[in-house]
């Protein structure tokens, strides 16, 4: 019978973790390598005009949104929908008062115009998403961005992104 001694078991055992550490660093390499970024989740778009223009559509709740602002650094003009289906909308006042310049309200703004309607902040109502990114374009200068994070699961439409998308585009 043959025993391994204390050196040839370390041994061993190093070579061991060492070859099962090389194939968790390459399985690990491979997965993150095949990812793709979440789409309609700050996916920019393009710029347009000097406004760069940023699909958030998959925020469908407040907090989504606002870690949508927390992350946001100069001009920038929100697209929102106005259902505001129980959302906590007042949860944003701070990241709006720093962070956004104007509101672009698809359909009803009354909730948006009575949680953000101050000296700060512009609140313009649209029609439809075609019609909010027109607005948006119109409200922004070179060098700010234009954001659809609607914050709410409301819209009928579960493309709504690419109807986004295709409504910057369409500017071109």
């Known amino acids: 019978m043959y025993f391994l001694d204390d050196n040839s078991i370390t041994t061993k055992a190093e070579h061991d973790r060492d070859m099962l550490l090389q194939i968790r660093k390459e399985n690990i390499k491979k997965s993150f390598c095949g990812l793709e970024l979440a789409g309609h989740r700050r996916q920019y778009i393009d710029t347009i005009n000097g406004v760069a223009y940023y699909d958030d559509s998959k925020a469908e709740c407040v907090d989504a949104t606002w870690f949508t602002f927390d992350t946001v650094i100069g001009q920038t003009i929100w697209i929102a929908d106005g259902k505001c289906n129980g959302g906590r909308y007042d949860e944003l006042r701070e990241k709006v008062e720093s962070n956004i310049n ?18 700060t902040t512009n609140i313009v109502k649209a029609e439809n998403i075609g019609d909010a990114v027109k607005k ?37």
């Open 102 to 119: 104007a509101i672009v309200c698809i359909g009803n703004d009354k909730k948006i115009k009575s949680l953000f309607n101050d000296n």
């Open 136 to 172: 948006a374009a119109s409200l922004a200068e070179a060098g700010s961005l234009v954001i659809f994070s609607p914050s709410t699961r409301t819209f009928a439409s579960k493309n709504i992104g690419d109807t986004f998308r295709n409504e910057v585009m369409k500017m071109k």
